[in-house]
């Protein structure tokens, strides 16, 4: 079946240090990919739309210049959390639909990134 | 905008108990509904996805209902083990823009 890695599967930063995730489809083509914050017993939530070749869609609320998202192809999204604090510390997820971001379609999600910001 | 709720927050049984856990969505103009299970510090796994034209999805011990007119979902799990303690969110796929509304997940433990 479909597969989605991300690396690092755990991050430790000093607060106001960049830290990059990296989510890439290993066995498909993804031309949209979205990215989830998930706080500590609490559920997922959207945080933004990658999409290959153009600028992403971040929900209302999610800073763009402080959540960079780059789609540099079609497997691979990557998140960078710009100038990091404490209250960033979260379970960072991934996911990519398996027919580019058809709507009949199954999500794959990655293990997580778990960042810890000092 | 949609919202999902999912009840109970969480749900302790002894081994071997038939369960159902419960999702509900505010939009019934929905594409497909996937329930997960997520252990603690762990990512995602995918259970069943229930397209909208479908009625229910089995996979083995786990069964997945959907009724879309009145928002509802239901996941039965038969004969519960203590290797199903996990918590279990459904997602919810909208018309548009492909991507996946959580609800809050339902924390399940079952005991030996």
């Known amino acids: 079946g479909a597969v989605v890695s991300q690396h690092p599967s755990w991050v430790i930063c000093k607060s106001g240090t960049s830290v990059k995730i990296e989510c890439r489809s290993l066995?498909?083509?993804?031309?949209?990919m979205f990215w989830y914050r998930q706080f500590p017993k609490q559920s997922l939530m959207l945080m933004a739309t990658s999409n290959e070749g153009s600028k992403a869609t971040y929900e209302q609320g999610v800073e763009k210049d402080k959540f960079l998202i780059n789609h540099a192809s079609l497997t691979l999204s990557t998140l960078t959390v710009t100038s990091a604090h404490p209250e960033d510390s979260s379970f960072y997820i991934c996911?990519?639909?398996?027919?580019?971001?058809?709507?009949?379609?199954?999500?794959?999600f990655g293990p997580g990134t778990r960042l810890t910001v000092l | 905008k949609q919202e999902v709720t999912q009840i109970p927050a969480a749900l302790s049984v002894p081994e071997g108990e038939n369960l159902v856990l419960n999702c509900s969505f505010t939009?019934?103009?929905?594409?497909?509904l996937q329930w997960f299970r997520q252990d603690p510090g762990k990512g995602l796994t995918s259970l069943l996805l229930i397209q909208s034209s479908q009625r229910e999805q089995t996979s083995g011990r786990l069964n997945a209902s959907l009724d879309k007119s009145s928002g509802r979902s239901t996941l039965y799990i038969a004969a519960s083990q203590p290797g199903d303690s996990a918590t279990y969110l459904c997602?919810?796929?909208?018309?548009?823009?492909?991507?996946?509304?959580f609800g809050d997940g339902t924390t399940l433990t079952v005991k030996p």
């Open positions: 939009d019934s103009a929905i594409y497909n």
């Open positions: 997602a919810v796929k909208g018309t548009n823009a492909g991507k996946s509304t």
């Open positions: 996911s990519a639909p398996t027919i580019a971001g058809g709507l009949a379609d199954t999500q794959y």
């Open positions: 066995d498909f083509q993804a031309t949209t």
